[in-house]
């Protein structure tokens, strides 16, 4: 991408994200209407309040529609290297211009655990208001300031703003190089910055940054320099829909070309699984099923003579579906493993479904998270019910196996990046706010799922039917080659699918 113009366009690598279009409900209006429901039965009292107050959400934040000379929100978000998009820093993490009384949006639990951290900046773009070279402020930079500044400037950082919602991107600074002799490389901070407004009538249709390379400040020595950070704003009529202006960041991608999604390998993945799934449902069909058939009807008797002519699984046939002996973790490693299933495909289904759009920031994390919590329900059914089926008798000792066998390993890892994120400064540290929702939501929804699901399926347990009988005395297993052992066998079982990523 070239450094004359860092204001990312449809085809640059330098995607926008998403665009926040949620709105808050502002309730004051109708609370006279809430006591009619008064005298009902408490549930029903509660449920109805629920779904009364959620459709009675209206907007109170700005509905992008302007008159000449009003504010319209500018944020910055965050900074980071080019080559790393996940690696962001906060905004004035670099010592760029700041007001007084620095601002914080409030963001949602999804673009918290994405890493935003919009802040108010002095950049001062109102509606239809044209600006030629503003002054910003006026700074002298320390030298710490610009070896930070320099350091940044190396490693092609960038950094991330938002205009009535739409993002913008611009790099810091550009580096001339002199490849002879690398010390001798030129390092040069942006001064200046063109925004270009598109609008039509009262709405901000598209915002463009583009930097002025005649505006440089050198950041190559380390000493004191005085800059005076300076802007300018063109408004431009433009045809475009409001509904349309987001369009052109649908079919772009936040990651450089060489991270871009490779199409054509999601394709091939996806034949190689149907293909292997065909060849294992006919090798049920053709194979397994009469040997099953055959062997739900043997005898006790039988089966000695029967056996000594066998190999493989069929010699210990009648020992296939003997209980185990860890009932809790075999139910809950299945009530796990449901669990994740049913959350891919609801992500998958809501995928499809379009809910996933590129200007709702956060959208994707949130659903993620409420799905999650939601379907703890199917793995407490599914692990309680399979291990009432098993002849357990400490199915809460089996719930509570289930509740942590995913979530224990997974708080464990978060806590351990939380901490190397809040040492290193990153976005990616989520604040005190998004790590107390994520609390509430375990506490009070999954939690009582998980629960809930368990005394279901505690109650519609069924008694287990194996496919083949089970004789009444275990038959020795034989002494296992090192290859069928359990750590090459996971190891074998990981390749396939691998393979197909």
């Known amino acids: 991408m070239s450094k004359s113009t860092s204001s990312p366009t449809p085809t640059s690598p330098l995607v926008p994200s998403s665009e926040d279009l949620l709105h808050h409900g502002n309730l004051l209006a109708n609370r006279k209407r809430l006591p009619v429901m008064v005298g009902l039965p408490k549930p029903l009292f509660i449920t109805l309040l629920l779904v009364y107050l959620g459709s009675q959400v209206e907007s109170n934040a700005s509905d992008h529609r302007y008159s000449e000379g009003d504010t319209v929100p500018f944020y910055a978000n965050k900074v980071g290297p080019f080559s790393n998009p996940r690696e962001t820093y906060a905004y004035f993490h670099l010592p760029f211009c700041s007001l007084d009384n620095v601002k914080e949006k409030k963001l949602n639990l999804g673009e918290m655990l994405n890493g935003d951290r919009l802040v108010s900046t002095p950049y001062k773009l109102e509606f239809l208001v044209n600006k030629d070279s503003e002054v910003l402020c006026k700074k002298t930079l320390s030298k710490t300031d610009v070896s930070q500044f320099r350091s940044v400037i190396a490693k092609d950082y960038y950094m991330q703003l938002y205009y009535d919602d739409l993002p913008i991107w611009a790099f810091i600074g550009k580096v001339e190089r002199d490849y002879s002799d690398e010390r001798k490389s030129k390092y040069f901070l942006f001064k200046h910055f063109d925004f270009e407004v598109l609008y039509n009538k009262d709405r901000v249709i598209e915002v463009n940054l583009r930097v002025d390379q005649n505006s440089l400040a050198d950041m190559t020595e380390d000493k004191e320099v005085d800059v005076d950070f300076t802007y300018s704003v063109k408004w431009l009529v433009t045809?475009?829909?409001?509904?349309?202006?987001?369009?052109?960041?649908?079919?772009?991608?936040?990651?450089?070309?060489?991270?871009?999604?490779?199409?054509?390998?999601?394709?091939?993945?996806?034949?190689?699984?149907?293909?292997?799934?065909?060849?294992?449902?006919?090798?049920?069909?053709?194979?397994?099923?009469?040997?099953?058939?055959?062997?739900?009807?043997?005898?006790?008797?039988?089966?000695?003579?029967?056996?000594?002519?066998?190999?493989?699984?069929?010699?210990?046939?009648?020992?296939?579906?003997?209980?185990?002996?860890?009932?809790?973790?075999?139910?809950?490693?299945?009530?796990?493993?449901?669990?994740?299933?049913?959350?891919?495909?609801?992500?998958?289904?809501?995928?499809?479904?379009?809910?996933?759009?590129?200007?709702?920031?956060?959208?994707?994390?949130?659903?993620?998270?409420?799905?999650?919590?939601?379907?703890?329900?199917?793995?407490?059914?599914?692990?309680?019910?399979?291990?009432?089926?098993?002849?357990?008798?400490?199915?809460?000792?089996?719930?509570?196996?289930?509740?942590?066998?995913?979530?224990?390993?997974?708080?464990?890892?978060?806590?351990?990046?939380?901490?190397?994120?809040?040492?290193?400064?990153?976005?990616?540290?989520?604040?005190?706010?998004?790590?107390?929702?994520?609390?509430?939501?375990?506490?009070?929804?999954?939690?009582?799922?998980?629960?809930?699901?368990?005394?279901?399926?505690?109650?519609?347990?069924?008694?287990?039917?194996?496919?083949?009988?089970?004789?009444?005395?275990?038959?020795?297993?034989?002494?296992?080659?090192?290859?069928?052992?359990?750590?090459?066998?996971?190891?074998?079982?990981?390749?396939?699918?691998?393979?197909?990523?």
């Open 239 to 501: 045809q475009y829909l409001f509904e349309e202006r987001m369009d052109k960041y649908i079919g772009s991608s936040i990651l450089p070309h060489h991270m871009s999604i490779h199409r054509h390998s999601i394709t091939n993945s996806s034949v190689t699984l149907l293909v292997l799934s065909i060849c294992l449902v006919t090798f049920y069909v053709l194979v397994l099923r009469k040997d099953i058939s055959k062997y739900s009807h043997d005898v006790e008797g039988d089966q000695v003579a029967d056996n000594l002519e066998e190999t493989g699984w069929k010699n210990i046939h009648g020992d296939v579906f003997r209980f185990p002996r860890h009932k809790s973790l075999f139910a809950a490693a299945l009530g796990s493993g449901t669990h994740l299933l049913l959350l891919i495909i609801s992500i998958l289904v809501m995928g499809l479904l379009g809910v996933f759009q590129p200007y709702l920031r956060g959208v994707f994390l949130n659903a993620l998270v409420i799905a999650y919590a939601v379907t703890s329900v199917v793995s407490g059914y599914t692990s309680v019910s399979f291990y009432c089926q098993l002849e357990g008798t400490s199915w809460m000792k089996s719930l509570l196996l289930t509740g942590g066998l995913y979530f224990g390993p997974l708080f464990l890892t978060f806590c351990f990046l939380n901490s190397v994120a809040i040492f290193y400064g990153t976005t990616a540290a989520l604040p005190i706010g998004a790590i107390a929702i994520l609390s509430l939501l375990w506490i009070f929804l999954a939690s009582p799922l998980l629960l809930l699901g368990g005394i279901v399926g505690k109650n519609r347990a069924s008694d287990f039917e194996a496919p083949c009988r089970t004789t009444k005395c275990p038959r020795e297993v034989p002494q296992l080659r090192w290859y069928r052992g359990v750590l090459p066998q996971m190891a074998l079982a990981g390749i396939l699918p691998f393979s197909c990523l």
